[in-house]
């Protein structure tokens, strides 16, 4: 039973990070909009201008 | 054929002249050669998938203005940030950005712009912020490609750089967070605790667990609650115990109560319940929240109302672009067509007509003539005007109704919560019962005194009781959200059951603004189908609403254009059909002999034709809603700028016998006072800008959708999808609303009389008391969820193809 004096703590470092990662987040505009992102992998063929797309064509 | 809609703004195309955009190697029909320039744009920058990721369709395109008077240092000074480094900062409020590709379309056009180095596009906040290197690119040509997407661009001042919006949500959403993360572990080292009390756990593993448990509680308590703490403070010095006061007092006390007894190694530690608390109530403070920011702000209404450059004549009389606070009392201006006016003045040039509908409610563009005033924020529609400067700044009409809202909103009664009082009460006697029963059990048996207490202040932590009103509300707020009607303060719920009295606008809140044909009165040269089609060629050119209503009924979108058609402020057209002159105008116009009425003459040169008969359309659901208000015993009346015509004959076709027309922003707000005095619960529904004081002075302020900005920011309720049944609806969720917080009231009253007692005579272990205590909470939050539209018990009528259930952003 003596693990977890040591897992718990470790838990607690991870939980501390994940806090961390979150303010990270929420301070660098990552939660301000949550909607234009979802959009952008669709178009990411041809977002580069045609010529890409004209690269990419067999 | 399919009537053609425009490739970029979806309107449709008319006119036989076909212009087309060559996109992706194909001609699409766009209706303008704005719409044209912005397509043919868009797909240069290899972004044609704008026009499959939209959802909404952009604003028609409008040719694009000119916008070098932004390059004037006077008005940078205002509105530009200059960082170090030499980058420049500006915040731009954007009118016609809808949907999530607009966001991505500008992100993409401007940063092929030279010298663009950072673009932070908010679709809710509808503004984009630029950084740019001024040497690489000027403002103008920023502001002008923005203009040339189709978006209408308004640089904001300075102070809006720095978002206070923005801010507070970032903090809340970080609160809400830690809320979350800290009840999440807290609750399952409570469960360890649990299952150790039941099967047995050594002393040092407890205590191991009960100190994990405090450290997780500790940012809940110090960062997550602190707005808690904080309101608490302010209602303690204000000497008026609110709704913080009991939360941060159960806080404070379950965690202090922990904490003791963590260190004594007692019976129980309530951790988890104080985090769960906070992460429950936070919850709900942050969908208030989101729901009040869709509500734009003063500031952006007026920088969309008040242009803030104008064109400035000099001594040799050439147009120069100043920025309007240079404008000095006799400055000659000129108003371009379709312009903004910038200050109240005097109309120097013959004639001209302008849009004040949106500060008066007059529904008609209207005639001035030379001398007569012009005020800022209207909107001059057959011009171009030239005026001379009369009154600028605080002293315009504009700036005296925002004064007006101002005073008015600070009029408004403060509306107590219910919970609010009952909470503060319930908190007091809790103390007294608690302090009691440490009295009684420090003379019977001191060593029980401090188990008995606790449990009483655990058991009676008035955590339901604190979220028997959130917890609702919360609820309705998103049942509300969810059918477009956006409620901005929280006094709107219980305002809206009170309301017993309903004061609607007209133009824009009981009408649509357009017109439609009732009757036409042929005088039998031509049948009414022939008076209708020439009057739909005379019109074929004309974006006006007259015009637009004798081609709907004419049955043509596009119909052949006259000959030398000509336009006369305040008359009508005439022109060539068919080799014939007519004339289609108000009756004087077309033919000198007639008495002039609101009907619109059809002549030849000899005689009179036809007579039409127009009149405003009415919103759909506008019958069933003033019925409906009607039917649940409610005051109805209709108070409007607009002519007493025009006014009677909207109240007659809805059955409504109180109105009242030409009324002034000031009289609204007086009439509302003597309403208020004669003890009705006034609400108001209306659109416009010259609503927006009545709008802040009422009860209940209700603006309608697609109106006016500034009406929005002092509504309390916004029916965003453009419904006025929505109002109904609102009215149902209220009442389900208060009976739901009622129940939950009652609830937690009842569950405390019982518990309360029992806990002081020591029956109760604390443990027992943190389970009531949550399942307390857990049936009030679950109470709380039945609140629907078709609440059981409130015939719900079902609205009829509703055609918008997502929250359009207000």
């Known amino acids: ?58 | 054929m399919p009537a053609l809609t425009c490739f970029h703004c979806g309107e449709p195309v008319a006119g036989d002249t076909p212009v087309v955009a060559r996109v992706g190697g194909l001609d699409h029909p766009v209706c303008c050669i704005g719409c044209r320039a912005a397509a043919e744009w868009i797909a240069s920058l290899g972004l044609q998938d704008y026009y499959r990721l939209r959802d909404a369709p952009p604003p028609r395109a409008v040719a694009v203005g000119d916008y070098s008077a932004w390059d004037r240092d006077q008005l940078q000074r205002m509105y530009v940030h200059h960082r170090d480094g030499g980058e420049a900062e500006v915040c731009v409020l954007l009118e016609g950005m809808r949907c999530p590709a607009c966001s991505w379309l500008i992100e993409r056009a401007l940063s092929a712009m030279p010298g663009v180095r950072e673009i932070g596009v908010s679709v809710p906040g509808k503004r984009v912020r630029i950084v740019w290197q001024p040497q690489l690119g000027s403002l103008s040509q920023l502001l002008g490609a923005l203009a040339h997407l189709g978006y209408v661009p308004h640089p904001l001042d300075r102070e809006s750089l720095n978002d206070v919006v923005e801010r507070e949500q970032r903090t809340a959403l970080k609160r809400l967070m830690v809320a979350g993360l800290g009840m999440m572990q807290a609750m399952m080292f409570a469960i360890v605790l649990y299952a150790g009390a039941l099967e047995g756990i050594e002393t040092s593993t407890r205590d191991f667990f009960r100190w994990i448990g405090l450290l997780v509680t500790i940012p809940v308590v110090f960062y997550a609650a602190r707005p808690f703490f904080a309101g608490a403070w302010r209602e303690l010095r204000a000497l008026r115990p609110g709704m913080d006061t009991p939360v941060a007092f159960a806080v404070a006390l379950v965690f202090v109560a922990s904490i003791v007894e963590t260190l004594r190694g007692g019976a129980h530690v309530y951790f988890d319940s104080a985090s769960m608390f906070v992460f429950l109530l936070l919850g709900g403070r942050y969908l208030e929240m989101r729901a009040r920011h869709r509500a734009a702000d003063v500031v952006d209404a007026l920088a969309r109302l008040q242009p803030a450059v104008a064109e400035r004549l000099d001594a040799n009389g050439v147009p120069e672009s100043v920025g309007v606070h240079e404008l000095q009392i006799g400055d000659c201006v000129v108003v371009a067509d379709g312009a903004t006016v910038p200050a109240d003045g005097e109309l120097v040039s013959t004639e001209c007509r302008v849009d004040e509908s949106l500060l008066s409610g007059e529904s008609k563009p209207l005639l001035r003539h030379r001398g007569e005033r012009l005020i800022a924020g209207s909107i001059v529609v057959e011009g171009p005007a030239q005026m001379r400067v009369a009154r600028v700044g605080a002293e315009t009409t504009l700036s005296a109704i925002v004064r007006l809202i101002g005073r008015a909103q600070q009029q408004r009664p403060r509306w107590t919560r219910y919970g609010d009082r009952a909470a503060g009460y319930f908190v007091c006697a809790l103390l007294v019962v608690t302090a009691v029963t440490a009295a009684a059990w420090l003379v019977i048996d001191p060593t029980r005194a401090f188990a008995a207490s606790l449990a009483v202040l655990v058991v009676a932590c008035p955590c339901a009781f604190a979220l028997a009103v959130p917890a609702a509300l919360a609820r309705s707020l998103t049942v509300l959200a969810q059918r477009g009607i956006l409620v901005l303060t929280p006094n709107a719920i219980e305002s809206l059951i009170r309301a017993n009295y309903f004061v609607f606008d007209k133009t824009g809140t009981l009408s649509k603004r357009g017109l439609e044909l009732v009757s036409s009165l042929s005088a039998g040269r031509f049948t009414v189908e022939e008076c209708l089609r020439i009057a739909a060629q005379l019109e074929s050119g004309s974006t006006h609403p007259i015009a637009d209503a004798l081609r709907a009924a004419a049955g043509c979108a596009e119909p052949a254009r006259a000959q030398d058609v000509r336009a006369t402020a305040g008359g009508g057209v005439e022109g060539d059909v068919d080799g014939v002159h007519y004339r289609l105008g108000r009756a004087q116009f077309a033919s000198a002999t007639e008495v002039d009425d609101d009907r619109i003459v059809l002549a030849d040169s000899r005689a009179i034709l036809a007579r039409f008969e127009l009149r405003e359309v009415l919103r759909d659901d506008a019958p069933a809603t003033v019925a409906e208000l009607r039917a649940s015993g409610c005051g109805i009346e209709v108070l409007s700028g607009d002519s007493h015509a025009r006014v009677a004959a909207i109240a007659g076709r809805l059955g409504i016998d109180r109105f009242g027309s030409r009324v002034h922003p000031e009289q609204k707000l007086a009439r509302l006072a003597q309403l208020r005095a004669e003890g009705m619960n006034v609400a108001v529904i209306g659109d416009g800008v010259n609503d927006a004081p009545a709008l802040a002075g009422a009860d209940l302020a209700v603006a309608v959708g697609g109106g006016a900005e500034l009406a929005k920011s002092s509504a309390d309720i916004v029916l965003a999808g453009d419904r006025l049944g929505g109002l109904v609806e609102a009215r149902i969720v209220a009442v389900a609303t208060r009976r739901i917080m009622r129940q939950n009231l009652l609830w937690s009253l009842v569950y405390n009389a019982a518990a309360v007692p029992l806990a002081a005579i020591g029956w109760v272990p604390p443990w027992l008391a943190a389970i009531g205590m949550s399942l307390s909470s857990l049936a009030v939050i679950a109470n709380s969820l039945r609140i629907r539209v078709g609440a059981p018990g409130t015939a719900a009528p079902a609205p009829a193809a509703a055609p918008d259930l997502t929250p359009v952003p207000a």
């Open chain 1, 1 to 58: 039973m003596n693990i977890v004096f040591v897992l718990i703590p470790l838990s607690l470092v991870l939980v501390a990070l994940a806090g961390w990662a979150f303010f990270w987040g929420v301070n660098h505009d990552q939660f301000d909009d949550l909607d234009t992102p979802a959009l952008i992998p669709l178009s990411d063929e041809t977002a580069n201008g045609p010529a890409e797309a004209e690269s990419k064509a067999p």
